[in-house]
């Protein structure tokens, strides 16, 4: 007997949700496994000791991250890493791709009237 599939993870529904864009996702495909060997390689590098390995490290690394921020600068998002001290620091972020929200749409934002209360509020606590 065959199971059936399981649910993806919601973190990689997250995630697809975020990279919708044909060039951006081949982008992520082609940048992230280059970030990952750069990554390794610099572990490679410890034990080396070689200048040649380290420059290909650190190589890799740049340009799987370099691949990453292409293409969601060419979608129109900002990149998570970007998107983490974002909200740290309270600056407007864009997550998703414009006109594309998480559930297929736009999401509209709470209004605040001139009291400076949500719209959408009740009066109950």
């Known amino acids: ?3 059936p599939p399981e ?3 919601p973190l990689v529904v997250h995630w ?7 060039i951006c996702f081949v982008l992520h495909m082609v940048g992230i496994p280059f970030t990952i060997l750069g990554a390794l390689l610099l ?7 070689s200048f040649p390995v380290f420059a290909t490290a650190v190589g890799m690394f740049v340009a799987g991250f370099a691949l990453q921020f292409a293409g969601h600068y ?18 407007p972020y864009v997550e998703f791709p414009p006109g594309r929200g998480p559930y ?3 999401t509209p934002a709470p209004t605040a009237d001139a009291a ?5 509020a009740s009066g109950s606590p």
């Open 1 to 3: 007997m065959i199971a």
């Open 7 to 9: 649910n993806p993870h």
């Open 16 to 22: 697809l949700q975020r990279h919708r864009g044909a």
């Open 43 to 49: 572990a490679v590098y410890v034990f080396q000791a």
């Open 74 to 91: 060419l979608e129109g998002t900002d990149p998570g890493e970007v998107i983490y001290f974002k909200r740290l620091f309270g600056v």
């Open 104 to 106: 297929g749409g736009t």
């Open 116 to 120: 400076g209360e949500s719209a959408d």
